[in-house]
């Protein structure tokens, strides 16, 4: 894309386009997913990378919503890369009254 100086990748699904457009250096600078009209249903920008333990980290992302006419900044600082967690965090509380159901153990 000579307009944008990158890289863009495009895939048509069926019901739509998807785009994803890279920097020079191979990152995501964009992406979009257009509707069978063309017109963007929504975009995702990647501004301000920064290097975090060698791994380029966009740290202002930008989202948006044409049709609603909605956009979100999202900034990040104090990034921490791949920080031990406690496995507390993913642990799931079943509310009280709640039946668990194994998936697995379920058959057609």
Not at 2 to 22: I, M, P, Y
Not at 62 to 72: F, Q, Y
Request: net charge negative; hydrophobic share 35%.
């Amino acid at each position: 894309d000579e307009h944008a100086q990158s890289v863009r990748l495009r895939q048509d699904n069926g019901t739509g386009t998807q785009l994803v457009w890279f920097s020079e250096a191979g990152l995501p600078v964009a992406a979009e997913e257009q509707g069978p009209d063309g017109e963007p249903e929504w975009r995702a920008t990647f501004n301000d990378y920064q290097n975090h333990g060698a791994v380029p980290v966009a740290t202002h992302i930008g989202l948006e919503l044409p049709v609603c006419e909605r956009s979100l900044d999202i900034a990040l600082e104090d990034v921490d890369l791949n920080p031990t967690l406690d496995l507390s965090v993913f642990a799931l509380q079943t509310p009280p009254g709640s039946q668990v159901v194994d998936l697995d153990r379920l058959t057609d």
